[in-house]
């Protein structure tokens, strides 16, 4: 009986040693992948902006998550679109609708601006549910300029629809908007691609630039706005590089020979759009996956 006693005690012990040994190996435990945060930096371009549409429609087509937009001017009409809901077909059939009269509402008696600009605003209240800037679903960065200061603004919070007026309020053409304290024209004036404010400021890991100003030629100039809108072309042309440099992928849609307020080219900006977007996606994809190595 001693014997047997002795011998249960015995397995009973490596019974409990076997289970211990097992409990201390460590199992294979699944690491998840860090994802990087992507910004979809969308530059000013008045009517050449329907290429962003394009290049939106293959970013969401391909997977591409976008966690923050910023956007300046026609970048940030949009880009606001779709922050505050991002499904492309969506912001296709909103964008086809705009119209040069959707935007321009000339003045009679012009003061800072032959237009008001309000038409713009009133156009994003009617299409656009979310209201405020910082209730959309993509996080949102529209960028301004202080008329006052020469300061670039990134508008985080208050109405979208007059954060985007405000940064598209081309001066000269528009009046400034009025934004809590500050006097707001257009934010190309002082920042037309902001990637810097995307990865400095927002801590984007990629940044996905598009850039509409790649060609500025125009010789169809027959108006006061269209020089007003081309010499602010040509000035944005010159100082989007070093902002480019903040850049990983820079998408530049063929926009040659698209005026200030030319809306006759829609389809074809924005097949220019998903053209240049496609070749870019190989190295989206790459820098990707080279982030989550």
Request: net charge positive; with cysteine; glycine share 8%.
């Amino acid at each position: 009986m001693w014997v047997k006693g002795q011998a249960i005690k015995v397995i009973f012990l490596f019974a409990v040693l076997a289970l211990f040994l097992a409990a201390c190996q460590t199992a294979p435990v699944a690491v998840k992948k860090k994802e990087p945060r992507i910004a979809l930096v969308l530059s000013g371009g008045s009517a050449k902006g329907f290429a962003h549409v394009g290049v939106i429609r293959v970013l969401e087509q391909e997977k591409i998550p976008i966690h923050m937009i910023v956007g300046t001017s026609v970048g940030s009409l949009i880009g606001g679109i779709y922050a505050a809901n991002p499904d492309s077909f969506q912001l296709e059939y909103i964008a086809f609708k705009v119209e040069k009269n959707d935007i321009i509402d000339m003045l009679t008696i012009p003061k800072m601006g032959l237009g008001q600009g309000a038409r713009l605003e009133e156009f994003v209240e009617r299409y656009v549910k979310i209201k405020r800037v910082e209730e959309t679903k993509i996080p949102f960065y529209p960028i301004a300029t202080d008329l006052n200061t020469g300061e670039t603004v990134i508008l985080e919070k208050g109405s979208l629809a007059k954060a985007i007026r405000a940064s598209a309020s081309i001066p000269g053409v528009f009046t400034p908007v009025i934004f809590g304290n500050r006097m707001l024209v257009d934010g190309g004036v002082s920042n037309n691609i902001a990637c810097d404010v995307a990865k400095n400021i927002k801590g984007a890991d990629i940044v996905i630039a598009v850039n509409l100003l790649k060609y500025i030629s125009n010789y169809d100039i027959k108006s006061v706005v269209d020089v007003i809108g081309q010499s602010i072309n040509i000035m944005m042309h010159a100082t989007n590089k070093p902002k480019l440099a903040y850049a990983d992928v820079v998408i530049e849609p063929d926009t040659l020979g698209v005026a200030l307020f030319d809306f006759t080219k829609k389809k074809e900006l924005m097949e220019a759009g998903i053209k240049a977007t496609k070749e870019a996606i190989p190295k989206i994809k790459e820098l990707i996956a080279r982030y989550q190595q």
